[in-house]
């Protein structure tokens, strides 16, 4: 790596020689406008003020970014060579009407609905009081000055979240009830095009690949009073995400832990190509022993005898893994850890993509939710990660035998996550439909088309169904608005349900000796009438290892002679095992 190819002159000249950097990278990027334009940038502004600073666009992305220089220092850590570590204000100036400033700090959207915010944009210098709300990310540049070694940092939360102690009231009720978040920007994700441009323009004039590296920290979240002041929120944390693309021997950040990537995430590239390279992530949904593990069983032997090969990410509530248990030998499955990636787990869905990714090069994934996630959580997050995947369908698999019920009247899929999972799908199995009257069943399905008309829905048998007819339309449907990538628009203060709203719980149990058919039907009798879901190897009586389910009232004991016991997990409301 030669810095001269960006600044041709010696470090130490000058109190801002990083500015200067980053001011050569984006002149020399526009000298041919269809370079720029390949390379991601949809125009840049220098601003009058004090300290350099920048506003500009880049490709796929809606927002104005501002960039502003805070200065930089010389770095002389013992035994490297001395370098300068210049650092860089990031901001991101959402359209107007756009509905991710839902996310933001009510001051920022106090400032972007008035009249004056496109002039405030446009004339952003860094130092304006009033936009320091956009303020949710740093760049740093670390620089050395034998000119051999140069690397850009991104650091940014990965959920920018600042809890209302006191909370914000209106004449209406809470607009922020006490305790709760005030704001939730999702800011590493919104920052990850414009790295990246700047991170491929650095490759571009340096003649060199970067070495990309991901890290991640934590820092204590914040509380903020009614009276503005501000102190850390007890035990909760903030992930705080860095990503570093390094030239040369560069050792910036080497104090943390780091992992590396093959290539920049987020990457410009024309629309054909990064759509050819980017795999579809499919979302599997359904409620609490709906029949997803069997139905993905099925789809992929259909898929698989085509030569199809298809990845699985498979998340479970509770600490078993039994469904990624079940699927080995079917396909590579990456299991997430325990917790919802709806909720909780939101944060680990891209380093187990980027696993499971570079593990199985493959056209198409699919992620397997627990019966308790909301789907509508997950394509938010998803619209995240378009730097990984392509979201593609939601598929929800409902239970015929759970939304049935006992008695006639309205069903279960009225309310609730079974309410949600069945709105957002694109597609509906209904499973378990040899289980059901036909009567029954015509009634159920037609129950459903009023909950979503746009949906296809097919009957499954086991987990069964014509897998042809939802291949052809698949591809019938490819360039359609489907329902799950329709933006979900809520009432001030309403949220997307989640099992926690429900009371949902998971207890594990653990046997020290084979259970009889009658010791594990009392457990299950006992557990509580909120009772919705057990499932585990546990030992039985007579017959060794053996596969447990038990879902809307039907027990399943099916031999596994050849795995080993893990605990039985029970799943529902006010448990009392």
């Keep these: 790596m030669k810095l001269e190819h ?30 720029a334009r390949a390379l991601g940038w949809r125009g840049v502004r220098p601003c009058a003020s004090s300290r350099p600073a920048w506003t500009c666009r880049v490709a796929d992305c809606d927002s104005i970014f501002g960039i502003r220089f805070d200065g930089e220092q010389k770095t002389d850590a013992s035994g490297r060579p001395a370098s300068l570590r210049g650092v860089f204000s990031l901001y991101v100036f959402p359209e107007a009407q756009s509905p991710l400033l839902d996310t933001f700090p009510l001051d920022a959207l106090r400032v972007a609905l008035s009249p004056d915010y496109e002039n405030s944009v446009r004339e952003f210098s860094g130092n304006e009081p009033h936009l320091l709300p956009f303020l949710l990310g740093e760049m740093r540049m670390d620089v050395s000055f034998a000119g051999d070694a140069l690397a850009l940092t991104l650091e940014a939360p990965a959920r920018h979240r600042v809890i209302c102690a006191d909370g914000i009231a209106s004449e209406q009720g809470w607009i922020v009830a006490p305790g709760e978040a005030e704001c939730d920007v999702p800011s590493f994700s919104l920052f990850l095009r414009l790295f990246s441009v700047i991170a491929a323009t650095a490759e571009e004039q340096l003649g060199e690949k970067a070495r990309v590296l991901r890290g991640m920290s934590k820092v204590p979240r914040l509380l903020f009073h009614a009276d503005g002041s501000m102190e850390p929120c007890g035990n909760e944390q903030e992930i705080l995400l860095s990503l570093i693309a390094s030239f040369g021997p560069s050792s910036a950040a080497e104090e943390k832990t780091l992992h590396s990537m093959r290539d920049l995430p987020a990457r410009h590239r024309p629309e054909e190509l990064e759509q050819r390279l980017r795999p579809v992530l499919h979302v599997l949904t359904g409620f609490l022993g709906s029949g997803k593990t069997t139905f993905l069983r099925r789809w992929l032997d259909f898929l698989h005898g085509r030569e199809r090969y298809t990845g699985v990410i498979q998340n479970e509530f509770g600490k078993v893994e039994l469904d990624a248990t079940l699927m080995k030998g079917d396909t590579l499955v990456e299991a997430l850890d325990e917790g919802c990636v709806c909720c909780s787990l939101a944060d680990s869905l891209r380093p187990g993509l980027e696993r499971i990714i570079a593990a199985m090069p493959a056209e198409q994934f699919v992620l397997e939710t627990t019966g308790l996630a909301n ?18 369908l939601v598929i929800t698999v409902a239970d015929a035998l759970d939304l049935r019920g006992p008695n006639e009247g309205p069903g279960k899929e009225d309310t609730g996550i079974r309410l949600a999972q069945l709105q957002k799908a694109d597609v509906i199995i209904l499973n378990k439909c040899d289980a059901v009257e036909a ?10 088309r009023s909950q979503n008309g746009k949906a296809l829905i097919l009957h499954a048998r086991f987990g069964n169904i014509p897998f042809g007819e939802l291949d052809a339309w698949i591809d019938s449907h490819g360039k359609t608005r489907l329902p799950s990538h329709s933006p979900q628009l809520m009432r001030m203060g309403e949220h997307a349900a989640t099992h926690a709203d429900e009371g949902y719980e998971a207890k594990a149990l653990s046997f020290d000796h084979p259970l009889s058919r009658a010791e594990l039907e009392a457990i299950l009798n006992h557990a509580g009438p909120g009772l919705c879901r057990a499932k585990g190897i546990i030992s039985m009586e007579g017959e060794g290892p053996c596969v447990i389910q038990y879902a809307a009232g039907r027990l399943d004991i099916t031999p596994a002679p050849e795995e080993r016991p893990i605990d039985l997990v029970l799943i529902g409301t006010d448990l009392t095992a």
């Design 6 to 35: 960006i600044l041709p002159r010696a470090l130490g000249d000058s109190d801002s020689d990083c500015a200067s950097i980053f001011t050569s990278l984006i002149m020399a990027a526009h000298f041919e406008r269809t370079r």
């Design 439 to 448: 009567d029954a069943l015509e009634e159920l399905t037609a129950r459903l």
């Design 375 to 392: 789907p509508a959580n997950i394509m938010e997050e998803l619209g995240n990660l378009r730097d990984l995947v392509t979201p593609g």
